[in-house]
């Protein structure tokens, strides 16, 4: 659901790109008393895993799609909403920066779109009623599956509102939201049911980390070496392997605009604030798409033999392995000067 700048307007990216860096400016605020020597790294792992997870794309059958993680309702149950959003913001601004994918002036959409939906508005008024104050095995997989279609249902409306508002395409609202929401309804149960399984194996693990987020609580009593380890590994694993499975189907935002236009890609502008971002993006992503610079362009999915799945790649299995490094580092990177910004406030 990474939104591409053809579909904006300069005007509806800098309203959203306004938006995002506001949010990130008060979730900054909002944490700066609950990040710990616990949670830095815990923030830092879970969104490389996330980072991990959404390259892998998983067919939706019976309709010529695919869908991937959005992980959102996942990063919220671990984090809280805060920190989940700050974790979101740096899984975003990595794959925009170095893999292309998403825009640069459709950055501040993506993550309006794929971190405010799930983390302030299905985390606090879906999933948190539905678990209440005794947490159960059928409580949290009952919540975090409907938190994540609801979150993911208001992030396809927001791409489809955020389009038909900017005008620079011909895609009409009834006809584009008709095929956005039934589409991201059937990719949100999958990963409603992927978020359930790992928030279910975090809660047994450990169920203080789901306690003491939820209360905004820092975790420094505990030791999180076992889970951190953990989904380091679940994140090595998921980019360097498991990437090779990824459907080659378009995404459920291409899925639409081609059910729309005929075509899964809209052409950007080549000049003014487009071509400006597109030249910064195409100097800056040294792994676009996820494989080598120079890599030759697959196929279209249709046209592919059998035998050409799983695709064994090396760039795919480096974009993993350097991008999760890179999200890790950013994301923690985050936690440290909040951290020392708040040390150096209360000495």
């Known amino acids: 659901m990474h939104m591409a700048d053809a579909l904006l307007s300069p005007a509806v990216g800098g309203t959203l790109w306004a938006a995002t860096a506001t949010s990130i400016a008060y979730c ?7 990040l710990d020597d616990s949670t830095v790294p815990l923030m830092g792992v879970l969104a490389a895993f996330i980072f991990a997870a959404q390259m892998i794309n998983f067919t939706i059958p ?23 959003f700050l ?4 899984v975003l601004t990595v794959q925009a920066l170095f893999f292309a994918d998403g825009g640069l002036l459709a950055l501040g959409c993506n993550i309006f779109n794929l971190g405010i939906f799930p983390c302030f508005i299905a985390y606090p008024l879906i999933y948190k009623p539905l678990v209440g104050k005794n947490p159960s095995e059928r409580r949290i997989f009952l919540g975090a599956l409907l938190a994540a279609v609801v979150g993911l249902q208001f992030g396809a409306f927001g791409v489809v509102l955020e389009t038909v508002a900017s005008g620079v395409s011909a895609l009409p609202f009834a006809t584009f939201v008709a095929l956005m929401l039934p589409i991201h ?8 049911l992927v978020t359930s399984a790992v928030v279910l194996f975090v809660w047994k693990a450990r169920p203080e980390i789901l306690c003491y987020a939820a209360k905004a609580q820092p975790l420094a009593e505990f030791s999180l070496k076992k889970v951190v380890l953990g989904f380091g590994v679940a994140t090595l694993l998921t980019g360097g392997v498991l990437s090779w499975f990824a459907s080659a189907r378009p995404d459920g935002l291409e899925w639409a605009m081609m059910g729309v ?14 071509g400006v971002l597109a030249h910064l993006q195409e100097k ?4 676009p798409d996820y494989r ?23 760039g795919s299995s ?8 890179l999200t890790l580092a950013l994301a923690a990177l985050i936690g440290l000067l909040i951290k020392r910004r708040n040390r150096a406030q209360t000495t």
């Open 28 to 34: 900054s605020r909002k944490v700066k008393d609950d």
């Open 62 to 84: 019976a309709t010529g799609s695919s869908g991937h993680l959005g992980g959102g309702m996942i990063l919220a149950i671990l984090l809280g909403p805060y920190a989940a």
């Open 87 to 90: 974790a979101m913001a740096s």
């Open 185 to 192: 309804l059937a990719i949100g149960v999958v990963e409603g």
């Open 261 to 274: 236009t005929g075509s899964e890609e809209l052409e950007a502008q080549d000049q003014g604030v487009h």
């Open 284 to 287: 800056l992503a040294f792994l």
């Open 292 to 314: 080598f610079a120079n890599a030759p362009q697959e196929a279209a999915a249709e046209k592919r033999p059998a035998q050409a799945w799983p695709t064994v790649d090396a």
């Open 318 to 325: 480096l974009s993993g392995l350097v991008g999760g490094s």
